[in-house]
């Protein structure tokens, strides 16, 4: 797969949204038609760039959230931050139709690729689930059997993005999936809400002996919180590659 | 340049001049590759050396003897957030080269954890540059690369490497993490350096 390998400057694309998902209240998935896209890894991020009437332009840098593809059709997923100057845009106002430009892919590091067969352990914090997603969907994509586990910590029940989707990649392809409900859990749920603690750790994830590849997502302060879990449980930090967004929040 | 429709956006205040394509917050966002070391003062070293052989090395005590500066500066991270006037506490790269003669052209800056990044020397030297250890009035928090990081303001922060213990002077560049991972090499905001190719 092209993209890993960044060769000469990274150019702007003109791209087409084709489809709008809503995947909770405040959290959108926009489809675009990318010409000439150069491909790129699960992991990997996005510059867009929005531009107004008057040549005023802004740009953010966002997760790819779909797998490889040789179309040029790519997904974003993102949240809608109160204050923000794009995200409201993005998530409120796009229709498809509408242009953006694109740049990428960026970073080299935060990625999955479908030759690693090691066991793969994600925790997602939010919004972090989206470069995790296109880890999950590239391995479903490239019929990786690498071993896979989430653990994917929400706010409650409404909160969970891609939630059809990750029910038919557990029970069709074998990802291992924990939620946890950190403000509300559903009715019967065997744990009350809490953020990941030690026992979760233990429970639900890939142990240190097996040595997975863990890539942790989310806020800075969960990503701090679980990191330190996992080397404290045995884990090597050289194996644990984190992503952080915030504390000014979410890519606004 | 492409117009979206129906997207306004917000000017930034005009009296305000930030680097291309980089926007204004007040908090203190951490870009990371990975965990957060956690490295105790008493087993703390900072080294430099040519490659082969220490040239001087400080344990935590010695290096907080040095004559230190206050620095108040903007820094820009790549992933576009810039932070105006940020202020801290720091021993300036011109007091701990003073008494390294090398003809080294290139740094390669070595961290706790594993992190790496280069820069030409001549940007550690002549007050651009410091292993800073204090912000904003408090010791630097482990998350912001405390107990000691590069700070060098002028080009995008993560060349202001966390968790510093070293700098290896060469005479011939060496790609640093994020320079080997998509970024650029130089890293200048003014000219947008971002990714490899800018």
Same mark, same amino acid.
């Given at each position: ?60 840098? /966002? ?25 409201? /845009? ?22 999955? $690729? ?22 999950? !969907? ?23 993005? /891609? ?17 946890? /409900? ?16 030690? @026992? ?15 890539? *942790? ?26 992503? !952080? ?8 | ?6 997207? *306004?956006?917000? $000017? ?34 900072? @080294? ?15 290096? &907080? ?7 108040? @500066? ?35 800056? &070595? ?13 550690? &030297? ?38 510093? &213990? ?24 003014? $000219? ?7």
């Amino acid at each position: 797969m092209a993209g890993a390998a960044v060769l000469g400057r990274l150019k702007w694309h003109l791209c087409t949204v084709v489809a709008l998902r809503d995947e909770t209240a405040t959290a959108r998935t926009i489809a675009l038609q990318v010409p000439d896209w150069p491909g790129h890894l699960a992991g990997q991020r996005v510059d867009l760039r929005v531009t107004a009437g008057d040549g005023y332009a802004a740009v953010r840098e /966002y997760s790819i959230a779909s797998a490889p593809r040789s179309d040029g059709r790519l997904e974003l997923s993102v949240e809608r931050v109160p204050d923000g100057e794009v995200s409201p /845009y993005l998530t409120q106002d796009l229709a498809v139709g509408d242009r953006v430009e694109l740049r990428g892919p960026i970073g080299g590091w935060f990625v999955w $690729r479908d030759d690693q067969i090691e066991p793969i352990q994600l925790v997602a914090g939010g919004s972090g689930i989206v470069p995790l997603m296109a880890m999950i !969907r590239s391995r479903a994509a490239a019929r990786s059997a690498a071993p896979f586990r989430l653990l994917y910590s929400v706010r409650n029940p409404a909160s969970v993005w /891609y939630l059809h989707e990750l029910q038919a990649l557990e029970s069709d392809r074998g990802v291992g999936i924990t939620y946890i /409900y950190t403000r509300a859990a559903p009715a019967n749920w065997p744990r009350p809400p809490g953020r990941i603690d030690a @026992t979760v750790v233990a429970d639900a994830s890939w142990p240190a002996s097996v040595s997975p590849t863990c890539y *942790v997502c989310g806020p800075t302060s969960f990503v701090e919180h679980v990191a330190g879990l996992m080397t404290s449980s045995g884990h090597s930090p050289e194996r644990i590659r984190t992503e !952080r967004f915030g504390p000014s929040g979410n890519r606004p | 340049m492409a117009q979206s429709r129906g997207f *306004v956006g917000r $000017r930034g205040a005009a009296t305000v001049t930030l680097p291309p394509g980089q926007y204004l917050t007040e908090e203190f966002p951490v870009l990371s590759a990975g965990p957060t070391p956690h490295v105790p003062l008493e087993e703390w070293a900072l @080294t430099i050396d040519d490659g082969k052989n220490a040239l001087r090395q400080w344990n935590w005590k010695s290096f &907080r003897e040095l004559p230190t500066e206050a620095i108040t @500066t903007d820094i820009h991270c790549v992933t576009r957030w810039s932070k105006l006037g940020t202020t801290w506490e720091g021993v300036s790269l011109d007091t701990l080269l003073a008494d390294i003669t090398s003809d080294a052209s290139f740094a390669l800056v &070595r961290s706790y954890g594993g992190y790496t990044t280069n820069l030409p020397v001549a940007d550690l &030297r002549n007050k651009k540059a410091w292993i800073a250890f204090r912000f904003d009035g408090v010791d630097l928090a482990a998350e912001h690369g405390g107990p000691a990081r590069l700070l060098v303001p002028h080009l995008y922060l993560w060349k202001s490497a966390k968790w510093v &213990r070293g700098i290896t002077l060469l005479d011939h560049d060496e790609a640093g993490f994020w320079e080997r991972n998509g970024y650029h090499n130089y890293g200048d905001p003014w $000219r947008e350096q971002r990714y490899s190719g800018d």
